[in-house]
């Protein structure tokens, strides 16, 4: 356990920090499932819809320093591959 003051308020900063980055990834992946899920049920809107919400967690992910640029943008051309793909 940290001994100084200065590594005791990093101690705390570090683990409200890694709850809402743990709360952000969490929304992607289930979104990313559901997402999957309505791929295979064929619902062109509901695919649309769930493309939409994972666009918007991820530009606020990158946004907010949690992910890089680059995944976000590797991960949603391979999302909308399958989306034409199907």
Known sequence: MANHKSAKKRSVQSKAKNTVNTQYL????????????????????????????INSILAKAVKKGILKKQYMSRKLSSLSKKIKKN
């Open 26 to 53: 969490t929304k992607f992946r289930t979104n990313l499932n559901k997402f999957h899920n309505s791929l295979k049920g064929e619902n062109t809107t509901e695919v649309q819809n769930s493309f939409k919400e």
